[in-house]
């Protein structure tokens, strides 16, 4: 089990204390009345802040809650990923603790070269980084679980999982945007679209899907899928909650929760040369995303466990141990606060499958076409 320093870990402790009492509260349902306690998670887009969704997993594992289907954008398609895999909490706290963000940033060409040749290898290659340091980590993990293309995904109770029917589709869905076609391409949904070359998506690598996901422009090389170049799924969505909500709510058997990273406006940041102009308006870009996920719907916000994310950067990959530990604490305390009602919109008592179901049929969807506003 993780072991935080001494301030962190108190505060976590008492974290702890409130997640056991609202666990043995007989009004806490997270799903059908008699069922075990399953959800659908989905995991925002942050790139360095996604440390915050460990918290997030580290409360709902502590409240005995399992997930059947994942899904998630660049930072967030990594966590997906590996829990769709079969990873424990404490696995991935070992694996994201101990491991230096720097690694990913194939060359560190942005540190080495002069402004010059920074320009010329951005617009040669659209990224300074090919991201494979990435895509070849995480396929090595997905390997040791045996669980590296979608098709091998675990369907068991493994992990952090619960047993996922073959009537409910695939266990991961990772959200890119292709900007050839100025479209989202969710993966594996989309993949045996004529314009992605008919692939077959139970066969496709994980990593590979995931490494379309986190492409940050100018940061990240594009990818090429087929004819399309595809980047970062923050473009699309930055946090895809109705991945798999159902317009029906009788249809409704078990709800979709997302782990959402927020901030205020951020530090000012070097704008100096085009590399760095083109990240602050992806990290605007990004910043405007999470605001608009927040919009005060009851339904989509009483499911929303919001994480403060303080001054960290999406880029920030030297981020010391001190400041992965305070975002830690804050995505698990963004899981109790939210459970607990303490959110201000739609379920404003202890979280209970039957209220949220009550607040569906007051409050209709849009269709799947019709835009959220």
Known sequence: ?????????????GIAEGLDRLREDPSFQVSHDG???????????????????????????????RFKRLAGTSAGAITASLVAAGFTADELFSEFFDIDFMK???????????????????????????????????????????????GRLPRGSVGMLSELGRSDGPRLQVMASDV??????????????????????NSFPVAAAVRMSISVPFF????????????????ASNLPLETY???????VRWPTFGINLTSGPSPPQSTGDLYHF????????????????????????????????????????????DRKERLFVNGAASVLRTLRGENGAGIRSIWNFDDYIRLRKRWSFPGKDEPYC
């Open 245 to 251: 909500d159902k317009d029906d709510p009788d249809e």
């Open 180 to 201: 050839t076609h100025s479209c989202e391409v969710m993966i594996p949904r989309d993949l045996s679209l004529p314009r992605y070359g008919k692939l077959r998506p």
């Open 1 to 13: 089990m993780l072991e935080l320093a001494s301030e962190m870990q108190r505060e976590l402790d």
């Open 278 to 321: 083109g990240l602050a308006i992806f990290d605007t870009m990004r910043y405007g995303q999470s605001r608009m996920s927040v919009i005060n719907y009851p339904t989509r916000i009483c499911r929303l466990f919001e994480v403060d994310t303080e001054d960290v950067h999406t880029l920030d990959f030297g981020i010391g141990r």
């Open 104 to 150: 990913f940033r194939d060359g560190f060409w942005d540190q080495r070269l002069p402004k010059f040749a920074m320009i010329a290898a951005i617009s040669s290659s659209y990224g300074m980084h090919e991201g494979l340091k990435l895509q070849s980590w995480l396929e090595e993990r997905l390997v040791s679980k045996h669980a590296n293309t979608f």
């Open 35 to 65: 069922e075990p306690m399953v959800c659908d998670m989905v995991f925002a887009g942050g790139g360095a802040k996604g440390v915050a969704h460990l918290g997030g997993l580290w409360a709902l594992d502590r409240l005995g809650i």
């Open 220 to 235: 990240f090389t594009p990818y090429k899928l087929h004819r399309s170049l595809i980047v970062d799924g923050a473009f």
